[in-house]
């Protein structure tokens, strides 16, 4: 079965320093991992998607995630935290179990807080 | 063009009460999700259906929760006999293919307070 832990419940950055939101997975397959990002009051949006191709994937807003078997992570990062990046980001997998229905396992979350 | 949307955006019941919730995905998305977020925690898969094959009902919690999509369009998700446990936003996504890793498509949610 596929699962996702996230290291951290809250990050707190100064803007203009770097992010870093850990996760790990589990799989017994090839996984196909996500980061959405959730703000206060809308909906989920995706950051970026590892789907096997580059181990390094590029997303929105200048976000970017590293696959890495051998540690079993898919951390997300950004250069520099802008304020508009607090919000609320999920690490997810999708399950490729049998019947391979897509359906999306979120991990708990990690709430990022940028300070001025 | 249109995302995909959720009705009601709030709904406050009494517990003992049914309540119905409605999601109108993206058009053409052949497959359609529901999830259920609680107060501070990630989202849990709750029924998955794809085209006109059976849906998968696996993440339902209990027999009081049922949902109907009618082709490939809207899906509706009823909670009978509501609990105070089933407060939660209620999360809808529609997908362009029903297997493999595709986007999935999240509507704003209904969040749902029982009391």
């Known amino acids: 079965a596929q699962s996702v832990t996230q290291l951290d419940s809250h990050v707190s950055v100064s803007e203009g320093t770097p992010v870093l939101l850990r996760c790990n997975y589990s799989s017994s397959y090839s996984p196909s991992l996500f980061w959405y990002v959730q703000h206060p009051n809308k909906g989920l949006q995706l950051l970026l998607k590892?789907?096997?191709?580059?181990?390094l994937v590029k997303g929105i807003n200048g976000f970017e995630a590293e696959f890495k078997k051998s540690e079993t992570s898919f951390h997300l990062t950004k250069p520099s935290a802008h304020m508009s990046d607090a919000a609320e980001y999920f690490c997810v997998v999708s399950d490729l179990g049998s019947g391979n229905t897509g359906k999306l396992i979120f991990g708990q979350g990690t709430t990022l807080q940028v300070k001025p | 063009g249109a995302g995909v949307s959720q009705s009601p955006s709030n709904k406050v019941t009494e517990k003992g009460k049914d309540v119905e919730l409605r999601c109108d995905p993206i058009s053409g998305h052949t497959a359609l999700y529901w999830y259920r977020q609680r107060l501070g925690q990630g989202l849990e898969f709750l029924i998955y259906?794809?085209?006109?094959?059976?849906?998968?009902k696996s993440g339902l919690p209990s027999d009081r929760f049922s949902a109907e999509r009618t082709g490939e369009s809207v899906s509706t998700l009823t909670i009978q006999r509501t609990q105070q446990e089933d407060s939660a936003v209620y999360l809808c996504?529609?997908?362009?293919?029903?297997?493999?890793?595709?986007?999935?498509?999240f509507g704003p949610g209904t969040r749902l307070t029982v009391t």
């Open positions: 996504a529609s997908s362009s293919a029903g297997t493999g890793p595709y986007e999935q498509y």
């Open positions: 590892y789907t096997s191709a580059a181990t």
């Open positions: 259906f794809q085209g006109n094959s059976a849906p998968d």
